[in-house]
């Protein structure tokens, strides 16, 4: 579940650390984001006038720390704009497991363009281009008897120069 944490600035530069919580996989957009920490901060705000007699003004915050976050959209701050195209390719994409658009997201694989990009999950190089060659139907033509000398380390090498990029296992084509 995607969650981030987050402290009111003021109190948090003054050593105070009320952390509030907003949970992300309920919200559909940056507005909803929002809105969800400026009701958090407001009941921060009538806590705290009852306690001290005067509404203090909570308009700011920092971030603690995230959940299921891909580390390259959490900032000091708050969360980039783009973890919004991110959630929304995801949430058109059930079949894509988090885990190959985070992999696509280390790469700098825009948020979109991961499903056309990605090719699966496999355990080496090798594994990869053997799956790509049967699937392509490069070894075809070959006599069988020949097949068992075609060089599936060398194969996965050339593709992975050029073609192809992998992070944690998940295989995405360059030409998205």
């Not at 901060?41 to 920092?62: A, F, K, V």
């Not at 885990?99 to 999950?121: C, D, K, M, T």
């Not at 496999?122 to 033509?141: I, N, R, T, V, W």
Request: net charge negative.
């Amino acid at each position: 579940m995607a969650s981030i944490t987050l402290y009111e600035l003021s109190q948090y530069n003054n050593g105070i650390l009320r952390p509030f919580v907003i949970e992300l996989d309920p919200l559909s957009s940056r507005e909803e984001y929002l809105e969800d920490i400026g009701s958090a901060l407001e009941s921060m705000m009538d806590e705290d006038e009852s306690r001290l007699g005067y509404r203090p003004l909570y308009e700011e915050w920092i971030v603690c720390c995230s959940e299921d976050v891909p580390h390259a959209y959490v900032g000091e701050y708050d969360l980039s704009a783009d973890y919004w195209e991110l959630k929304e390719a995801m949430d058109d994409n059930p079949h894509i497991p988090e885990a190959a658009f985070f992999a696509g997201v280390s790469l700098g694989i825009p948020p979109a363009s991961i499903p056309e990009a990605y090719q699966g999950r496999y355990d080496s190089d090798e594994d990869f281009a053997a799956d790509l060659a049967e699937y392509c139907g490069y070894l075809d033509d070959m006599p069988e008897n020949l097949r068992y000398y075609f060089d599936y380390e060398k194969f996965a090498r050339d593709l992975m120069i050029g073609d192809y990029v992998e992070d944690s296992g998940y295989y995405f084509s360059r030409d998205y």
